[in-house]
């Protein structure tokens, strides 16, 4: 496995897989082909279905220097290598010079056939959650002890980098109000649902509440083109944030603590982009949203200084009960149902842990194995239900107001 830094990417929404990766993707075809003075890029399969409600044309406008540039949506072709696959054309005086096809694998990383991959060292001897487990027992060794001993030497920092953009990103989620961009009119409510407190409220719904607005702040921030944390990916970027800054304010606890949990949630993503997949557009929202929860179950776990084999219950049930999560977004739009999925998904990350406190020795089922059929189920989905606005709440939302 490589190091969590991959799990944990800094920078501009609204989606890891369909503005970050071609993004990234642009500017290397840019950087190699510089010499071009206009481009054409032909979108296939999920990116073309829906990137224009992910801005993917304004992504790679922008790595190629917003140099003329032709934005093809193939939604036709389908013998492709991969759901978010790109073939880019370059040209000097109308002659085609140059081509590439690239494809966006999730989390912001993407793959160039025909070129060696992108040059990485991996950072850690195993790959499945039990090698981990097994390794850290027979040491008397926590997760996040593990990360410090195989990762990069400032992978604490690094974190810390990553802890204070994600305190940022909910600051300003909070403090902002207004509709989103993208034509179906969806209100920012983060700062309303921070602000609703009622003078009879218990301390559960209080917990609830706040956890969703600094889960909302976060959503939003992500759709309004804010800067965010991959965790794993942008569209599920508001789970961790969201847990880990209620129960760091709800404990006073110090943020070496939510270090450590950083770290655990990071070797939790790792172990499902390494040996299944985080891409909406390859498995469904269950890889989003349910390496997210699973993500925050397992820092929450360690937050709370529980052991190996509780932080392994409460990330097994919180991706088990995220299986079969389809990925519908309303007119390709990291809006609906995703700012809501993400306090959902925080709050079923928080019970997850409360079971795991109570029920981790009745486990029958492995960490491993929930991955391993999480992955199962994403390719067994039907495409109209994997990040392309043909299926599900996409098929069906009717815009309201416009229908008399």
């Known amino acids: 496995m490589y190091s969590i830094k991959d799990i944990y990417k800094i920078g501009k929404g609204p989606s890891s897989s369909h503005t970050m990766g071609p993004l990234k993707a642009s500017r290397f075809f840019y950087e190699k082909n510089n010499n071009c003075d206009s481009f054409k890029v032909i979108l296939y399969g999920s990116l073309a279905k829906t990137g224009k409600g992910h801005h993917t044309d304004l992504a790679i406008k922008e790595g190629l220097c917003n140099i003329k540039t032709e934005i093809v949506y193939d939604t036709t072709t389908t013998n492709v290598p991969h759901e978010n696959t790109m073939d880019f054309y370059g040209y000097v005086d109308s002659v085609q010079t140059c081509y590439m096809r690239a494809i966006s694998v999730g989390g912001g ?113 992500n759709a309004d083109f804010g800067t965010v944390v991959t965790a794993p ?77 509780q932080i392994e219950y409460a990330a097994e049930v919180s991706m088990e009960h995220q299986l079969g999560l389809t990925c519908d977004p309303i007119k390709g739009l990291v809006q609906i149902p995703c700012i809501e999925r993400g306090a959902v998904s925080a709050m079923k990350a928080i019970n997850a842990m409360t079971l795991a406190n109570f029920l981790s020795d009745s486990g029958k089922l492995s960490f491993d194995q929930v991955v391993d059929t999480m992955y199962k189920t994403g390719k067994d989905m039907n495409s109209r239900y994997r990040e392309t606005s043909e299926g599900g709440l996409a098929d069906l939302f009717v815009f309201r107001n416009t229908i008399k």
């Open 109 to 221: 990383d993407i793959e160039i056939i025909g070129t060696e991959a992108e040059e990485k060292l991996e950072k850690y001897r195993h790959k499945h959650f039990s090698e981990i487990a097994d390794y850290c027992k027979s040491r008397n060794m926590r997760i996040s002890d593990y990360v410090y001993e195989f990762d990069d030497p400032d992978i604490k920092e690094y974190l810390k980098k990553v802890w204070q953009v994600m305190q940022d990103c909910i600051k300003s989620g909070l403090s902002t109000r207004g509709i989103l961009e993208g034509g179906i009119g969806v209100e920012r409510r983060a700062q309303a649902l921070f602000n609703s407190k009622h003078v009879d409220e218990s301390p559960s719904v209080a917990e609830n509440r706040i956890v969703c607005a600094y889960a909302f702040a976060v959503g939003e921030e």
């Open 233 to 309: 990916t942008c569209g599920a970027c508001s789970v961790v944030p969201a847990v880990l800054k209620y129960y760091s304010e709800k404990r006073n606890i110090p943020e070496n603590k939510i270090i450590d949990a950083l770290a655990v949630a990071g070797i939790i993503g790792n172990v499902v982009k390494t040996n299944a997949s985080i891409s909406g557009a390859e498995c469904g929202c269950q890889a989003e949203m349910g390496t997210a929860s699973s993500m925050a179950a397992g820092a929450l776990c360690e937050l709370l200084d529980m052991g190996i084999d």
